[in-house]
């Protein structure tokens, strides 16, 4: 079934302003709340710390990216890089007790809540992945020009 005719296209633009700015605000906590994100990088990766502001710098650029037509596209497929090497930190959250004390905010999250964000992350890949499909923007483009020219 394609993305036309099950409905999901008319979702797509108001998600998209969803998604962005979710990744800008998640990007900004880095900056915000460094600690509690550095817990979570495994032990053996080099520079948690490094690693916590370059993935909130990243967060921000493809969550801005994905909000203009000219780099949706590459920021979309950056998203779904991104989501992909932050796995193993979802991992560490979810068997490692010592990983997350509190999140950002001071919320404890609970065993199932840190398990249940294992396949969550597939959903944010598909989100970010159906950006990597141009959208219907020159069909919206023609609509409007046909309604300037008959006005």
Not at 35 to 57: K, N, T
Not at 99 to 117: K, Q, T, Y
């Amino acid at each position: 079934m394609s993305e036309r005719s099950s409905g999901l296209s008319r979702w797509k633009r108001p998600l998209l302003f969803v998604m962005g700015p979710l990744y800008v605000l998640a990007g900004v906590t880095h900056f915000v709340a460094p600690d509690a994100y550095e817990r979570v990088v495994p032990p053996g990766f080099p520079r948690p710390r490094e690693l916590v502001y370059a993935s909130g710098v990243a967060e921000i650029a493809l969550g801005l990216g994905v909000l203009h037509p000219e780099t949706r596209e590459a920021s979309a497929w950056g998203l779904v890089a991104l989501l992909v090497a932050v796995f193993p930190a979802n991992v560490y959250m979810a068997v490692g007790d010592e990983a997350v004390e509190e999140l950002p905010g001071g919320v404890e999250p609970s065993d199932a809540a840190l398990w249940a964000r294992l396949p969550l992350q597939a959903v944010l890949v598909a989100w970010a992945w159906w950006y990597t499909k141009p959208m219907d923007d020159a069909v919206e483009d023609d609509a409007v020009a046909g309604e300037e020219t008959s006005a």
